[in-house]
């Protein structure tokens, strides 16, 4: 059983702070009866067990755990520090969309790397992050035709927000290069890297790079800067 | 050791799932059919949790090297042992050198079989239960191919054969009536469409698989849209797209998803859904919350006595 806890209906870090706190505090509480939480945009989806707890209690409950959930209740967020390669062979998107933006592809890179963006939640396929944080003067809508494959670990911009694909998948964003790094990985002992809430920037890597870090990651003799 | 002579077109092994992962985008997996998965285990001493195997429309063949005890369940299937026709939904006891053939469900879509002791497989984040698309769990992430063998756990249990009770067989009727609690965005969908959603026939559509069972039948039809900010999907959520078709969300679900979602199917009828063949059609009937939490208490009940009770794990 599951239900869903909206705390608002927009996509916003106000709103979303709101949702990592309310989980937060669930687990902080070890609220009896709730199973599992899935933190996403705007809402908090909470498995629970009925023979431990009853609808209308639980529903009591995270209302006034609601009420206290704010920044202020956060832990220090992580700053992941991901390597990225914007060469056009790994950003196939990188030119026309500084072309629609109308700036270099340098300028493009300077301020998709300047920027810090928040994981708002890890969802849809295994260790995907949503994120906030995409300048204004760089967003754009998505892509007409979505892309059968995008290759994993491609950097997509999407509107205001930037996602990093995890598994090879179909896409819709504006692919601007791509990290060695795995954001999933099956074989590892925590398969995900990134959470809900986390902090991220990108460092630009030429192909050199790219490649010998993959390489590095292929015998899992890489961890990324995490601090 | 079990060797692998055919695998079936998609056998993979389960157990009860790996609880805890969705916020990281990890699905549970585990049986879509819970209730035949867990009596197959009974019926040979295993804990209700021990790995087995879940087969789609069509099960392996198999020979086993060890003096062991298998069980059967979930759809009908002819199941022969070295030729001879053997029961379903019973405890088979088996010699070295015995070859197994699970045949084709006639009846109902997933299989299970269970083997004494359970596949002893590492449990990856908890669990033993194989994620497709992730490549995670089971056999290295992936369904059985020919030649595999899988050894099994020591048995402890008891070693007594059973046959379950013929009352206990679930029949697998022809257009199965499943349980729903409206929401969470039901209020996006017009009168007409939730109408036709409480009142037609879905057909099952054959691009079903262990994420989502794909339906068609009357539209859905929304009121204002079908996109919604992306949030969490549970087990059983009916996702509607633009085409009005609903879609239950299953066992290796995505974890979000942004189309709207116009009811939950209880978990209690999850396995019901799970053995609706393509072309076979389904009927949904809307219970309140209340309604849904006493029929949950109801199976979950009946599982625990069906085949005799549990074995402590």
């Known amino acids: ?227 | 050791m079990i060797r692998v002579l055919d695998p079936g077109p998609q056998t993979t092994i389960q157990d009860l799932g790996r609880a805890g992962h969705l916020r990281e985008g990890i699905p549970p997996s585990g049986p879509v059919d819970v209730r035949a998965f867990v009596i197959a285990n009974r019926l040979v001493g295993n804990p209700d949790g021990a790995a087995g195997l879940e087969c789609t429309v069509m099960g392996p063949r198999f020979t086993v090297e060890q003096v062991c005890a298998i069980a059967v369940t979930g759809g009908e299937a002819a199941v022969t042992v070295n030729e001879a026709t053997a029961p379903q939904w019973a405890t088979l006891v088996l010699k070295p050198g015995d070859t197994v053939r699970v045949g084709s469900a006639r009846h109902g879509v997933r299989l299970y079989v269970a083997l004494s002791g359970g596949i002893d497989v590492p449990r990856v984040l908890g669990s033993r239960a194989t994620y497709l698309r992730g490549r995670l769990g089971g056999l290295d992430g992936r369904a059985l191919r020919r030649g595999d063998t899988l050894r099994l756990a020591p048995h402890t249990g008891p070693r007594r054969p059973r046959r379950l009770a013929a009352a206990e067989i679930p029949v697998l009727e022809a257009e199965p009536e499943i349980r729903v609690v409206l929401g969470p965005q039901a209020e996006r969908f017009t009168e007409d469409g939730l109408h036709a959603f409480l009142s037609s026939p879905y057909a099952m559509l054959p691009q079903s698989d262990r994420m989502g069972a794909r339906l068609h039948g009357a539209r859905v039809a929304h009121a204002k849209g079908h996109d919604i900010i992306s949030d969490g999907i549970a087990l059983g959520s009916v996702q509607v797209p633009g085409d009005g078709q609903p879609i239950v969300l299953l066992v290796d679900r995505q974890s979000t998803g942004g189309y709207t979602k116009v009811a939950t199917v209880g978990s209690f009828d999850i396995g019901r859904v799970g053995q609706v063949k393509p072309g076979q059609r389904l009927r949904f009937r809307a219970v309140d919350v209340a309604e849904a939490h006493r029929l949950r208490s109801e199976f979950e009940r009946s599982l625990a006595q069906a085949a005799g009770g549990g074995v402590s794990r």
């Open chain 1, 1 to 227: 059983m599951a239900l869903c806890v909206e705390l608002g209906d927009e996509i916003s870090v106000e709103v979303n702070t709101r949702v990592r706190a309310l989980e937060y505090l669930i687990q902080q509480k070890a609220l009896t009866g709730v199973a599992e939480t899935v933190p996403t945009f705007r809402s908090l989806l909470v498995y629970y067990d009925p023979a431990q707890i009853g609808y209308d209690a639980l529903c009591a409950a995270l209302g006034a755990l609601a009420e206290r959930a704010d920044t202020a209740v956060l832990p220090p967020a992580r700053l992941v520090e991901l390597p990225c390669c914007y060469d056009p062979e790994m950003g196939p998107d990188l030119v026309a969309a500084a072309e629609r933006l109308q700036m270099t592809p340098d300028e493009l890179v300077r301020a998709h790397s300047g920027a810090e963006y928040l994981v708002y939640f890890v969802g849809f396929t295994p260790g995907l992050p949503y994120m906030a944080g995409v300048p204004e003067r760089i967003q754009l809508p998505r892509l007409t035709t979505p892309r059968v494959k995008v290759p994993p670990g491609s950097a997509g911009l999407g509107g205001a927000q930037f996602c990093i694909y995890s598994v090879e998948s179909p896409g819709g964003y504006w692919l601007l290069g791509r990290t060695p790094v795995r954001l999933y990985d099956p074989e590892a002992a925590e398969p995900t890297l990134l959470r809900a809430g986390d902090r991220v920037r990108m460092r630009p890597i030429d192909r050199a790079e790219f490649d010998s870090i993959a390489a590095s990651v292929a015998q899992r003799a890489y961890a990324p800067v995490i601090a």
